[in-house]
């Protein structure tokens, strides 16, 4: 497929994008800046702890220098190094303010070093590294990234940690002046006294204890204000989606919608977008770690795909994120590295059933047939709906019922899942639910059991959105509502169906078959222990069950060692990892607003909706 740039009649791919991924100037000098950062905060924390640094002819007399000046200098050079290997990363990263933050950290951290350790070759180290900040600005331009206020909590946890263990090292650096045997524990209380100001059972000879209690100090300080700085800033919150967007967004869909499966996912409101210059062509994305992450393939016209990709590796390079694509289709994939020069790697494959060729009927369905006729026959009756055809009431009871059944504290779903269900603007998606009237009094949601929700792929598709259902329900709802909504298709005028995502389900399949090598039964042999707590194995074979041809999906990725961050933006952005406030403690009038994404089953069910 030939594919032109959007706004450009030449064809021509665009290499300045290339240049910027692959360029080495623009990754050489930042990394090496980053790293020597690292190497001049170590040596500055050395400097501030160590006694065999702080040796020198003038030592004694900057031991008595008016203002404890000797014992400040170390804690000041202890705390401009704590701060520089902070800044390392940002540095790598070309982030802006961490170059303005070393450009007056270093000059600190080298005065520092001439007053209380008077090393010339530490301080010529600093002002190198200065002077090459300096001289290379113009590299440092990256944007801040989304804020979050978890990002105060982390840092008190990670810097108190970090300050008791650098403490306990400042602490035990004297060996030659520490009055006593203190024990460790001595040791520990005097550190966690110290970090607050205060004096600890820990004495020292020759005003080493003024040394000591000014390097703690100024630990406690370092990780007081730093948090207090992160918890009070101005929010920076990440791109959501707004209105015009997503007006602009639908438009898109309603022309090209029934390219994509994960077309309708792309409306998540708590995810950005770009758009390509005529607007044809749109990426939707979410910044997870540093990595912005785009799901499935770009919105809109094909030969308009170009000009959006361009719009968000600009935007990744702007920031200094690092360009990512989860669940992309094989168009899609190559699109995006014959475009911007990225790699591609298969991730699993999607599972799609043509309704025309779905039936019970036959030796491979029995399995299905017989579960389904076995939860009719115990009183089990399904109805499939479109959303619009609903009342506000059946919607609003379908909502509380699809939250308090998730198997999780947290919404999980970001590539695969729209997180919300019965919107408005939604009307043509579809809805499943199973029902049995409760023997007594009826539950909290009248006689429903089940919930499935399909989100709509183009004019004549549909694709799994989540799957809930009651604890005390019998086994197999899945499967009855599952089945249940592909009969019900053809009048509500669908063809096709998407179900799940498998991952790696090439490799399981054909690592069970006959005359498959040692690597590759390995392979599947580690992918069915960890189906123990991700489900890749029952995902895939839960799958099969439907007779369904199989869609191969990608990650597209910028380098092989990008793949572990990626790996783990994409897990929290699903909903793998998460600081969400556990369940116990939310509150409980806001459980019934919050919009619904794909479950993650407790162990008595057999499936997962959607997999990361």
């Known amino acids: 497929m030939s594919v032109t740039i959007d706004g450009d009649k030449s064809g021509l791919v665009p290499d300045r994008v290339r240049r910027i991924l692959r360029g080495p100037r623009a990754e050489s000098v930042p990394a090496l800046v980053g790293t020597a950062c690292t190497f001049i905060g170590l040596i500055d924390i050395a400097a501030g702890v160590f006694p065999r640094f702080r040796h020198s002819r003038m030592h004694a007399l900057a031991e008595v220098l008016p203002g404890a000046l000797g014992p400040f200098a170390a804690a000041l050079s202890l705390s401009?190094?704590?701060?520089?290997?902070?800044?390392?990363?940002g540095l790598k990263r070309h982030k802006r303010r961490a170059w303005r933050a070393a450009v007056i950290l270093l000059p600190a951290g080298a005065a520092a070093q001439f007053v209380y350790r008077h090393s010339v070759i530490g301080v010529l180290l600093s002002l190198a590294l200065l002077a090459l900040l300096l001289r290379h600005r113009s590299e440092f331009s990256a944007l801040p990234d989304p804020r979050s206020r978890w990002k105060a909590l982390a840092n008190f946890v990670l810097m108190g940690a970090g300050s008791i263990g650098?403490?306990?090292v400042v602490v035990s650096a004297h060996p030659g002046k520490v009055i006593g045997s203190p024990s460790l524990t001595d040791r520990l209380e005097h550190v966690l006294l110290g970090l607050f100001g205060f004096e600890g059972p820990v004495g020292y000879e020759s005003g080493v204890d003024w040394t000591v209690g000014y390097s703690l100090g100024a630990l406690g300080l370092l990780t007081a204000v730093t948090t207090i700085y992160l918890a009070f800033r101005p929010e920076h919150p990440a791109a959501t989606l707004t209105t015009d967007d997503e007006a602009r967004l639908r438009e898109l869909l309603e022309k090209h919608g029934g390219r994509d499966s994960l077309g309708h996912f792309a409306l998540r409101r708590d995810k950005g977008v770009v758009f390509s210059p005529s607007g044809k062509a749109a990426v939707t994305y979410r910044v997870v770690s540093g990595v912005m992450l785009a799901s499935g393939d770009p919105i809109g016209d094909v030969e308009a795909w170009p000009g959006a990709i361009e719009r968000f590796m600009d935007e990744a390079k702007a920031h200094s994120w690092t360009p990512a694509?989860?669940?992309?289709?094989?168009?899609?994939g190559q699109v995006w590295t014959r475009e911007t020069g990225l790699d591609a790697l298969e991730l699993g494959d999607e599972a799609v059933v043509d309704v025309p060729d779905f039936s019970l009927t036959g030796r491979a369905m029995r399995n299905v047939r017989q579960m389904v006729k076995r939860i009719e026959r115990n009183g089990y009756e399904t109805r499939v709906r479109r959303v619009r055809d609903l009342s506000d009431g059946e919607l609003e009871r379908i909502r509380r019922a699809a939250d308090d059944w998730r198997g999780t504290d947290t919404e999980r779903g970001f590539s695969m899942a729209l997180g919300?269900?019965?919107?408005?603007s939604d009307g043509d998606s579809v809805i499943a639910t199973a029902h049995k009237a409760d023997e007594g009094e009826p539950g909290p949601y009248g006689d429903l059991k089940a919930v499935l929700h399909f989100v709509p792929w183009g004019t004549d598709g549909m694709s799994l959105d989540l799957m809930r259902r009651d604890r005390s329900a019998d086994p197999g709802m899945n499967e009855l509502l599952i089945v249940a909504?592909?009969?019900?298709?053809?009048?509500l005028g669908i063809a096709r169906v998407s179900l799940n995502f498998a991952m790696f389900r090439s490799a399981l399949a054909r690592g069970e078959q006959l005359g498959a090598g040692p690597v590759l039964r390995v392979w599947r042999g580690l992918l069915v222990f960890l189906s123990r707590w991700f489900q890749i194995e029952s995902l895939y074979k839960f799958n099969a069950k439907f007779r369904p041809r199989w869609e191969p999906r990608f990650v597209v990725f910028r380098k092989t060692r990008d793949l572990p961050r990626i790996g783990f933006a994409a897990m929290q952005a699903e909903g793998f990892v998460t600081l969400a406030v556990p369940r116990p403690f939310r509150r409980g009038t806001a459980r019934a607003s919050r919009p619904c994404a794909h479950i993650r089953p407790a162990a008595s069910q057999e499936h997962e909706v959607r997999a990361a």
């Open 166 to 168: 650098l403490g306990l």
């Open 80 to 89: 401009a190094g704590v701060l520089l290997l902070l800044l390392a990363h």
């Open 325 to 332: 694509v989860m669940g992309c289709s094989e168009t899609g």
């Open 485 to 491: 909504a592909l009969q019900a298709s053809p009048k």
């Open 420 to 424: 919300r269900i019965g919107d408005p």
